[in-house]
């Protein structure tokens, strides 16, 4: 067995030192034999954006170009799997669950001098209406297998099946991610199944 390790960090600030964000990627690929390859790899991304736009309500008339902070925190993993039972059969997997919480504070409207030198004279507080969605919650997963069969040389048949749920709760934008994950498996599930024959005609 041959594992390969990886590792990717990124970090960033702007606004002033008001927004900043991290990113980190591991990742590993791994040979269990010559015909059986697999990779796993993951993403775990923070980030503080101080003027998120929110958005557009209007009011007597008046249109308010909104801004808010948002708290934003985003978890995936990706697995990949190649498995050569024989030369003219191969079998395929990929699978992501994927989840992303925010939460919207300190809510404020364009003033009448974006473009200001201090950056706090750019905005003006602002309320939004009682109704908007302040936080989210999203969880998703994706996965697609595939079974090629070279029945004939040059001839392939192909078993596709695509599974994938996905959900958005308003609120609770600081769910425990061993509780979300277990929740996506709560959501309904969509599934396809496609099957294609190709046949080579020049022999």
Do not use: C
Request: net charge neutral; hydrophobic share 35%; charged share 20%.
């Amino acid at each position: 067995m041959k594992i390969v390790p990886s590792l990717w960090f990124n970090y960033g600030r702007s606004d002033e030192g008001r927004s900043d964000y991290t990113s980190i990627n591991p990742s590993f690929s791994i040979r269990v034999l010559t015909q059986l390859q697999a990779s796993i790899s993951g993403n775990l991304y923070r980030e503080h954006s101080d003027r998120q736009w929110f958005g557009n309500f209007e009011d007597g008339g008046v249109i308010h170009h909104s801004f808010a902070r948002l708290r934003y925190r985003e978890l995936s993993m990706s697995v990949r799997l190649n498995y050569t039972m024989r030369p003219n059969l191969t079998f395929e997997f990929y699978g992501q669950p994927f989840m992303a919480t925010g939460e919207y504070t300190n809510f404020r409207e364009v003033s009448s001098t974006p473009e200001a030198r201090d950056y706090d004279d750019r905005y003006t507080p602002y309320v939004p209406p009682a109704s908007s969605q302040t936080a989210f919650n999203m969880k998703q997963l994706r996965t697609n297998t595939v079974v090629r069969w070279e029945y004939l040389p040059g001839s392939a048949l192909y078993l596709v099946w695509a599974h994938g749920r996905f959900g958005s709760i308003p609120g609770d934008p600081d769910q425990p991610w061993r509780d979300g994950l277990g929740d996506i498996f709560d959501l309904r599930p969509d599934n396809t199944f496609l099957v294609k024959v190709a046949y080579w005609l020049a022999r």
